[in-house]
């Protein structure tokens, strides 16, 4: 169970919208594509000239429009004249690779230095080409899954997306740190105490924070993962270099990069992060006195927590049929009803559904290997409502 939520947790950061690298919302710059149609050879390496027959690079106001958000990318070229640009030559370092395919529908450039670009009729042999060219040329990856990358070298930071055979690519400059995101984080979360934070993205609801910060050292992250203890935040788990801690309904996950870098995870998972990813080995001591526990066999235990009430997952290993047999009797007692479920489909599993307290509490008891004498399994979830 531990390991499918944190592997939600995996996902939930590949599945980020890029923001930009710089902070603070800059006036854009009306600058000028580099030529009208196709991905031609470099000629010169200075801005050109504007012409009434080039298509500007300009950058929305908006600041959904400056993040590489890919739906809002194409929203803007649905919007647009239909103008196909060349390779921005002149607005990259001189070695920067041109992507290798497809068409140029947008490219934007702003104050911040931030230059947004939106392929289309690409493909992932493309994408993955790009990427390689970028490697070749001294970028190093940050991140590399299937349709995502982030790259970077020097000062300057790439993020590329490809989805359904478009590409989005932000190249910015990371001079510009942004600030702690304070109100975005948890009350009271510890800053971190060193660095500058080159990558910042943040969730439309505000339930996750990623966060990567540079010109850091692994001395530092230790330091602050001993002051998140000291803040009341619990160790969850420590794979490999990634260290979980949780606390309440949140859980961070920190793990050092390359280069002086660490990288900060934040989500809000809605419920007790502790009682789930720590599992105990004991009848929960937070179980409500009304419910019988179950005293037989190895018991692993792991809840959650939240404003509509709580849920305990509990596994007996090893038990008999006939601790099973008087489990059930307790709950008789205890003023609830059970009843054995319809078990045609398996007869060597039993399942029981049992209420408690007029309803607050529904139960469900399902048994493996009920024929043996020793040696059941029994697992028990608990509902109760708030």
């Known amino acids: 169970m531990k390991k499918i939520l944190i592997a939600m947790v995996v996902i939930a950061a590949i599945l980020i919208t890029a923001a930009g690298c710089n902070g603070g919302d800059s006036e854009p710059m009306d600058l000028q594509a580099v030529g ?36 809002a990318l194409r929203a803007q070229v649905s919007a647009s004249s239909g103008d ?14 041109a992507y290798p395919g497809g068409e140029i529908v947008f490219a934007s450039h702003d104050d ?12 992932e042999s493309d994408f993955a080409a790009f990427g390689a060219a970028l490697k070749s040329a001294g970028w ?16 300057m930071f790439v993020i590329a997306i490809y989805e359904d055979g478009e590409t989005g690519i932000l190249v910015c400059d990371m001079a510009g740190a942004y600030d702690w995101p304070a109100e975005q984080l948890p009350d009271g979360l510890p800053v971190y105490p060193d660095g500058d934070i080159i990558f910042l993205s943040i969730s439309e609801d505000n339930s996750w924070v990623s966060l990567l910060i540079r010109n850091t050292d692994r001395r530092t992250v230790d ?28 859980m961070i996950s920190i793990e050092p990069e390359a280069d002086g870098a ?40 792991s809840w959650s927590i939240t404003d ?70 029994v697992s028990i979830y608990i509902s109760i409502s708030a």
């Open 308 to 377: 509509e009430g709580s849920t305990f997952y509990i596994m007996v290993e090893e038990t008999t049929r006939e601790a099973l047999d008087e489990y059930l009797e307790l709950l008789v007692e205890a003023g609830g009803d059970v009843t054995e479920a319809d078990n045609d489909e398996n007869p060597l599993i039993e399942m029981f559904i049992f209420s408690l307290e007029g309803g607050k509490v529904y139960m469900e008891i399902m048994a493996s290997g009920v024929f043996a004498v020793s040696g059941i399994d």
């Open 112 to 123: 911040d230095n931030d230059l947004l670009i939106f392929i289309q009729d690409t493909n």
């Open 223 to 250: 330091e602050y993962i001993t002051t998140l203890k000291a803040a009341g935040w619990t160790i969850i788990s420590v794979e490999d270099d990634e260290t979980s801690v949780g606390k309440g309904t949140f």
């Open 36 to 71: 009208s149609t196709g991905q031609e050879e470099r000629k010169e390496q200075e801005k050109p000239p504007e012409t009434s027959s080039t298509p500007a690079i300009t950058q929305p106001d908006s600041p959904v429009e400056k993040n590489l958000d890919m739906n």
């Open 262 to 301: 660490v990288s900060i995870f934040v989500m809000d998972f809605g419920f007790d992060v502790v009682g789930m990813f720590n599992e105990v080995y004991e009848w929960p001591e937070i179980m409500p006195s009304y419910v019988p526990e179950y005293t037989d066999g190895s018991i692993t235990a």
């Open 140 to 155: 190093e990856f940050y991140m590399d899954v299937e349709g995502w990358e982030i790259l970077s070298r020097g000062e």
């Open 84 to 97: 196909v640009f060349s390779w921005p030559y002149s607005y990259l370092p001189q070695d920067f690779p």
